[in-house]
């Protein structure tokens, strides 16, 4: 079966205080790695897409990398609109639902 | 915005009753997802319907069903509601052929409240 979890749960940071998240996943064939960022009370916002072992993309504040068992969320000098759950989804070569993780609850104080 | 649109925002009902959600993609995709959002259990899988046909099942109950019309829009039924059926429901659409990797682009959500 495959299953997605992400550490840490939550995560308190000072504004400018660099970190990453992490989601590590189990699937039998990966299609690709998905994150998404979702504010509260909102649906998730698409961040990037990962497909294979090595690949990086970027955005502003974001970088995601992925290895043949995890995914790491990098947020550099993170500000306090930040703040929000990053979800990591992994969709299998066998189909096409997307498992999604448990999230990790950012916060970024001023 | 995602070009995804959902309708209620907000729904509130009582146990035992029969509700319809709604759900537009954006112009131009083919499939379409639901996905339910518990405070204990996070984003869930339902169902998928790809050009009109149910494509995969999740986690989703007898009592919920859903269909996509040939406009692509897609309505999930929900009936016999219980306390537990208190979520957030998520629509997110997707454009390329089945079986293709494809990114998902989810709508704002309805927030459906049972008493």
């Known amino acids: 079966e495959d299953q997605v979890t992400q550490s840490p749960e939550a995560l308190r940071l000072q504004e400018g205080e660099s970190s990453s998240l992490n989601c590590s996943y189990t699937?039998?064939?990966?299609?690709?790695l998905f994150w998404y960022r979702q504010d509260p009370g909102k649906g998730p916002e698409f961040l990037f897409t990962l497909y294979s072992a090595g690949e990086e993309k970027e955005k502003e504040r974001l970088k995601a990398t992925l290895t043949k068992k995890e995914s790491f969320l990098h947020i550099t000098a993170p500000k306090p609109e930040d703040s929000a759950t990053y979800l990591c989804?992994?969709?299998?070569?066998?189909?096409?639902?997307?498992?999604f993780g448990p999230g990790t609850r950012l916060s970024v104080l001023p | 915005d995602s070009g995804v649109t959902q309708t209620p925002k907000h729904l509130i009902t009582a146990t035992g009753q029969r509700v319809t959600l709604r759900c537009s993609p954006r112009s131009g995709d083919l499939s379409v997802y639901w996905y339910q959002q518990s405070l204990d259990q996070g984003l869930q899988f339902l169902i998928q319907y790809y050009n009109g046909e149910e494509r995969a099942k999740g986690n989703i109950l007898e009592r919920f069903s859903a269909q996509q019309f040939p406009d692509l829009h897609s309505e999930l039924n929900l009936s016999s509601l219980e306390l537990g059926d208190s979520a957030l429901y998520f629509c997110?659409?997707?454009?390329?052929?089945?079986?293709?990797?494809?990114?998902?682009?989810f709508g704002p959500g309805t927030r459906l409240t049972v008493l």
């Open positions: 699937v039998s064939g990966l299609r690709g």
């Open positions: 997110a659409s997707s454009r390329k052929r089945e079986y293709n990797i494809d990114t998902q682009y």
């Open positions: 989804a992994v969709q299998a070569i066998r189909g096409q639902n997307f498992v």
